[in-house]
Each structure stands twice: as structure tokens, then as C-alpha cells.
């Protein structure tokens, strides 16, 4: 984060159990009702099952079972995020979608060692430093591994479209 200081990012933001995160807007494809999902037998666990979007067959993650946070019940805000990561598309449940927000690189930092999170730092790109509120500023990326990606697809492969 700290090379890239005249630098704005334009984030999407929501909630995962009781912390809001943040997520590069030019990673999200879209954001959809939450609906039905089907599961998908042998899948890893944080792997909700699969939805079909417009005749796309997509994988679905439980973020707050990947990130190892308090699953809280699904309701009317309730959304999947549907994002593009490393090459893949993929949908990710959130408990609500506040708002698209600018963030100047002057308050956003790398991960201090003292940030109350329970996510694990590997997932974390930084911290976004709002008036009243601590922004998470999740790394996609390192969300859903090449191998967790290769699982999923061996899975989608037996799914009829």
C-alpha cells in the first residue's frame, strides 16, 4: 500500500459477520440477491454450492466460513458478490452491501500488527482509515487458492448448466 500514496481506490463495501470490509470495485463483476444455491457433494466446506446467473454456472463461497467469522442468519440484505479472481469468476456471500466509496491512498495502510480483526492476515491487503470506522481491505486474490480453484472446477465440470 505505501507505494502507492497519490493513488484513490474506489472500494465496495459490506459486512461479514461483525466487520465491514472492503474490496476493489474493478474486482466485482455485480451484486445479486442472494438466491437459490445448490450444493455441491464433497465441495470444501466454505463452498455454499453453486447458482446459475443468467445460464453461468458460478461457484458460490461462504465468506464467513472462509475467513473463519461469526456466521450470522440470511436475510433480506443479504447478497452474493459475484468478483473476478485470477482468471475465475466467482460469487461471495455477504451479509449487506452498504456502499461504493473513494478512499485516498493517504488513508488506507498496510496491515498493523495491532488491527482487532479475527480475519487471518493473509487475507488482509491493508486497512482503510475512515472519520469514524476501520475499513478490512480484503486481498481477493489470496481468498480462493489455484488449488481451491481447481477443486471447484472439477465440481462445476459434474454440475448440469
Known sequence: MAEEKAKEYQLVVFAVGNEEFGVDISQVREIVRLMQIVSLPKAS?????????RGQ??????????LG???????DHSRIIIVEVGGHTVGMIVDSVSEVLR????????VPNLVNTEVPEHYIKGIGKLKDRLLVLLDLNNIITPEEFKNVERHLKAVPA
Not at 454456472?57 to 472462509?66: G, N, P, R, T
Open 45 to 53: 466446506a466454505f463452498i455454499e454450492g453453486v447458482v446459475n446467473l
Open 69 to 75: 467469522l461469526t456466521i450470522n442468519k440470511r436475510g
Open 103 to 110: 478512499l485516498s491512498a493517504n488513508c488506507a495502510e498496510d
Open 57 to 66: 454456472v458460478l461457484a458460490v463461497i461462504d465468506l464467513a466460513k472462509k
